[in-house]
């Protein structure tokens, strides 16, 4: 049973991944940065999803929504309790991306493949308990077979996409994998080993966050990558041929951003099936995050209402159609099955949002997001203004992981708007902590601020552009952790002035 999040007025948190702070591991690293967190009277650390990412590090591209992203494995911890022995090239390369000024993915590929491989060497020497341990996680978590196969078949194809792959691997031939697997089965436990030891070592992360009184708001996107397992795997769940053409794609329609809309290129739902079947594949995915973290972001909220579905082979998402989604009906099964009154999830309600889709969201008691950034645009009525902000049944972020840090925000805005601004809120020279004690001061039940506007950083500090593909999920704090106690102290303060030290 899941226990209902502590929904307490005045909190605030700080929004930065794992892979931004100093050592980017699940290991003491982040015990250390969660109480410092704590010791400051910080309870909320949010974070994006901690899932695989795609080859351009997108964490919302995910090949798996079951998976923890194996750059994240610890090997101190690994070592500390002999699951390891030690290894002068594993260190050389862990200091290696240590020392970068930017989180590098090939080194974190690197350091995690040898890692596997060390796992390997060690695995016979292992205790009956540990391997006992091990087997009663892989049967209590089938998901992991079907992920270790899509991965090593990943590898041995050259990263090609699943439709790519020869057409008995494509349709997962079971006749044919049973023989693949006996010809692999070292690298299939490999990454079954890699996804235990991630378990594990996350739990005592969730652990020892609770013990210091901080939540851990994880984050879900809507839909999943046509190229993951969770497709190759649950054919039927999406609008998808059997070959991996995509039949009806999502998207967003023409709007005062973009006048060809947005395609995103993952699959539809198909709905029917999912109802068939009473949301079977939702319920496993949410069950499976929530022995993660104790609340969770819905990405794009809005699909649970209704969804633009757009036609496979489709150049632009013009010519797409609004579908009613079961959102009632999932959100309430979710409810039953995970035993719980009001389900710990906040629904990220951006953009264009109709009655419908707020009214979804008011019905389950979800919490909202609010965004300043977005707040001065010269109308008055803008749901974002913090004098607009009444309900408290929200989140107030100065931005997200997807805008420009603060500083460049400022930087970029008119000077009628900054003059505007500036008269009406007592403007002083730093944007960034403006901008947090309007968030501070509105009536929302939780205040969030990435950790780069804390630390008053330009955008040379971003962390996602959406519709770029360099430089993106990167951004890492590369100084020792306590560099940053001044910050989170003046957070914290702050934040005790405004009487927001509660437990979210």
């Known amino acids: 049973m899941i226990k209902n999040p502590s929904y307490k007025q005045n909190s605030l948190g700080v929004l930065v991944h794992p892979t931004s702070l100093p050592g980017g591991t699940f290991g003491d690293g982040l015990k250390n940065w969660i109480n410092l967190l704590s010791s400051n009277n910080i309870f909320t650390w949010q974070f994006l999803p901690l899932t695989p990412t795609d080859i351009l590090g997108s964490p919302y591209s995910s090949p798996s929504s079951f998976a923890l992203n194996p750059w994240f494995i610890d090997a101190n911890e690994l070592k500390i309790n002999s699951y390891i022995e030690d290894s002068e090239i594993l260190e050389k390369i862990r200091l290696e991306g240590l020392n970068t000024n930017l ?5 974190a590929n690197e350091l995690s493949n040898l890692i596997g491989d060390l796992l390997i060497k060690s695995w016979e020497s292992q205790s009956a308990k540990s391997k006992k341990g091990f087997f009663v996680w892989l049967e209590n978590n089938p998901w992991v077979n079907d992920y270790s196969i899509f991965s090593v078949l990943k590898e041995q194809f050259d990263l090609l996409p699943w439709w790519q792959w020869p057409e008995e691997f494509r349709d997962k031939d079971k006749i044919k994998i049973d023989l693949w697997k006996k010809d692999n089965s070292n690298k299939l436990l490999v990454k079954k080993l890699i996804q235990w030891h991630l378990h594990r070592q996350w739990l005592k992360i969730k652990k020892f966050a609770a013990l210091k009184g901080v939540k851990l708001i994880g984050d879900i996107p809507f839909y999943v990558s046509r190229d ?10 999406f609008s998808i041929s059997h070959a991996g053409k995509l039949i009806f794609q999502s998207g967003v329609p023409p709007d005062y951003f973009s006048s060809t809309g947005q395609l995103w290129g993952t699959p539809v739902y198909e709905w029917d099936q999912h109802i068939s079947n009473e949301f079977y594949w939702w319920r496993k995915r949410f069950k499976r995050q929530f022995e993660l973290v104790d609340i969770l972001r819905l990405d794009h909220f809005r699909g649970l209402e209704s969804y633009w579905r757009v036609d496979g082979d489709a150049k632009n ?3 797409g159609e609004w579908v009613k989604s079961p959102g009632i009906d999932l959100l309430k099964s979710l409810k039953s099955y995970l035993s719980i009154e009001t389900l710990p999830i906040i629904a990220e309600d951006l953009g264009v949002i109709t009655e419908n889709v707020n009214n979804l969201r008011d019905d389950f008691n979800l919490p909202g997001m609010k965004i300043l950034q977005f707040a001065f645009d010269g109308n008055k009525d803008n749901p974002y203004l913090p004098e607009n902000i009444e309900d408290n049944n929200c989140v107030v972020y100065t931005g997200t992981h997807d805008n420009s840090t603060t500083v460049s925000w400022w930087e970029n805005l008119e ?21 947090i004690d309007l968030g501070m001061k509105t009536n929302a039940k939780l205040f969030i601020a990435p950790l780069q506007d804390i630390l008053s950083l330009d955008d040379e500090s971003r962390f996602n552009k959406p519709g770029t593909i360099s430089k993106n999920w990167k951004w890492k704090f590369n100084k020792p952790l306590t560099d940053l106690e001044p910050y989170l102290e003046s957070f914290g303060k702050l934040g005790e002035s405004y009487c927001r030290n509660n437990i979210f």
């Not at 989180?103 to 080194?107: A, L, S």
């Not at 993951?228 to 769940?237: E, G, I, M, P, T």
């Not at 009628?416 to 730093?430: D, G, L």
């Open 415 to 435: 000077e009628k708007v900054k003059k505007k601004i500036t008269q009406k809120h007592n403007y002083c020279e730093n944007p960034a902590w403006n901008l």
């Open 228 to 237: 993951s397992v969770d497709v190759w795997s649950n054919k039927s769940l």
């Open 103 to 107: 989180f590098k993915f090939k080194i």
């Open 317 to 319: 998402a013009i010519k």
